[in-house]
Every structure is written in structure tokens, then in C-alpha cells.
């Protein structure tokens, strides 16, 4: 049995690299703090700008899904499954529900700001609707697709390792604990059924159709930074720095930040992480 003090202490053991993960964990909650802010004072600084409204929503949207990572803080072991029942529920639903919602409003950015070649979207009467649409139609379409065999996480359990050399014990969480995809991730993360160090973890369904969600807002956000683009420099070029129908460049500045550090995210995962984890995808 794993104490909270013991969670935290290997959270910052050298096995952990030193509390990495939780110093992102923690950084997470501060960024969400702070997109939930910008959100307000952008909202508040003119609460009638339909430009304002988008780029606020846009930011609630990017805080929700720090929620992923930020509920993370909490001890993740099976002596909290309780509260892990419900957290995991509310962490789920919320990021690809809002992942989905990003993705659509990564492609309404036509809408509030002139973009050469897409003029035709500039449309006051698709201004006044589009900053909280994308924002139920990703709610509504992961209520629709949630439960489906592409999308849902049927069957998750527990790993725990008391120490290094022990031999890994399972413990429900969600679904069956004997679920093959339970019992081939644990042969497959412990070949000789020994731990590789005291630590506390889930293995169970990754179906692909959350990795497609996930995976869908890099193009996407790629796509928006060519149209972002495309409205600074048409402002440079025309003189209108100060035309609130253009993105500013300190936006574009911000938003390349973002992409950057998703693609970083992505390349770390599928390639870096698995060339020193003998070919295998870390679990997240």
C-alpha cells in the first residue's frame, strides 16, 4: 500500500527524473489559471467585440484541457481510486470535448479576422455565432461518440509496485483487471512480471480514435497559424496595425509558441521517448 507521502517522495526520486512530471503537473495548473484569466480580462476588456468573445472562448477552450495534466497533482495511485472514478471521468470528457471544440475554432479564425483568399467567411452574420458554436458542437459530438468501440477506454487498472524487483500487482479501476488488453500490457511493460522500480501506473485501452482527436489539432493548429499569418502580413503590408479586423502580431507570436511546443510534444512522445524506452510508446 502506497501513503500520499511516499507518492510525492518517488514523484521526486531520481527513477522520476526528479519530479519532472510533476513540476509540468504544477506548471499545468498555473497555465490554466492563467488562460482563465486572459480569458476574463480579453472578455472584459470590451465584452461586445465579437473579436474579443472568439479569442476569450478560444482560451477558456485551451484552459480546459490543461485539465488533463492538472489533475494530475492529486496522489495517482488505486488507494484513490475513488476519487480517481470521478476525476477521471471529468479530466476525459473535458479535454476531448474541448479538443474537438479547438479544432473548430482553430478553423473560425477566417470569421473574426481578414485573411487573404478566405475574405468570403468574413461575415458579421457568421461573427455572432461562431465564437460559442464550435464550443457546444464539441461537447455535443463527444456525448454522441464517447461510448463507441473507437473511442472508448473500456477497461484500465491499476499497476502498482511497491519496490524494484517486486512483482507488479493489478488492481481495478475501470472495467476488468483481466481484460486482455490489461493482461498484454502488463506482460508487455514487465516481460519477467518484475518491476523496474517503486512506482504507481495504469495500463488498458488506448483506442485509436482518441489518439486521431488528439493528433487532429496539430495540422489543425498548423492551418490557423498560416491564416494568422497571412493577417499580419497583410497589416504590415497595408499599414493597419491597429485594424481590429487583423491578428496582431503579438498574438501570432503567442500562437506560433503554442505550435511549436505542440509539434515539440509530439515528437518527444513518438520518437524520442521510444528510442530510449526500447520501442515502446509511454503511457500516458
Not at 500500500?1 to 526520486?13: D, I, K, L, P, Q
Not at 485539465?67 to 495511485?77: E, G, K, R, T, Y
Not at 473535458?94 to 485573411?115: G, R, V
Not at 459530438?141 to 502498482?160: C, M, T
Request: charged share 15%; proline share 5%; aromatic share 16%.
Amino acid at each position: 500500500m502506497t501513503t500520499v507521502s511516499e507518492f510525492y517522495s518517488r514523484a521526486f526520486s531520481s527513477e522520476l527524473l526528479f519530479g519532472l512530471r510533476m513540476v509540468i503537473n504544477i506548471s499545468t495548473v498555473l497555465v490554466m489559471m492563467w488562460l482563465f484569466a486572459l480569458a476574463y480580462l480579453v472578455w472584459r476588456a470590451d465584452s461586445k467585440s465579437l473579436q474579443n468573445r472568439f479569442i476569450a472562448t478560444l482560451l477558456t477552450v485551451e484552459g480546459f484541457k490543461c485539465l488533463w495534466i492538472a489533475l494530475d497533482i492529486f496522489p495517482f495511485m488505486h488507494e484513490w481510486n475513488s476519487f480517481w472514478v470521478v476525476a477521471w471521468n471529468i479530466k476525459f470528457d473535458f479535454f476531448f470535448s474541448m479538443q474537438i471544440a479547438a479544432i473548430f475554432l482553430y478553423l473560425c479564425f477566417p470569421i473574426y479576422y481578414k485573411i487573404r483568399g478566405l475574405g468570403f467567411m468574413y461575415r458579421p452574420g457568421l461573427q455572432r455565432h461562431a465564437y460559442y458554436l464550435p464550443f457546444a458542437i464539441g461537447i455535443g459530438i463527444w456525448l454522441i461518440i464517447q461510448g463507441q468501440p473507437p473511442f472508448a477506454v473500456d477497461n484500465l487498472s491499476w499497476i502498482e509496485c511497491s519496490a524494484e524487483g517486486a512483482a507488479p500487482v493489478i488492481h481495478e479501476f475501470l472495467g476488468n483487471s483481466s481484460a486482455p488488453i490489461v493482461v498484454n500490457g502488463v506482460e508487455t511493460t514487465f516481460p519477467d512480471n518484475v518491476c523496474p522500480a517503486a512506482l504507481d501506473a495504469t495500463l488498458g485501452d488506448e483506442p485509436p480514435g482518441i489518439w486521431a482527436i488528439v493528433f487532429a489539432q496539430t495540422p489543425v493548429s498548423i492551418l490557423a497559424l498560416l491564416f494568422i499569418r497571412s493577417s499580419v502580413r497583410k497589416s504590415l503590408e497595408g499599414g493597419e496595425l491597429q485594424d481590429k479586423n487583423r491578428v496582431s502580431r503579438s498574438f501570432y507570436v503567442g500562437f506560433l509558441g503554442k505550435v511549436i511546443g505542440s509539434v515539440l510534444f509530439f515528437v518527444t512522445l513518438l520518437l524520442i521517448l521510444p528510442m530510449l524506452n526500447g520501442g515502446i510508446v509511454p503511457n500516458f
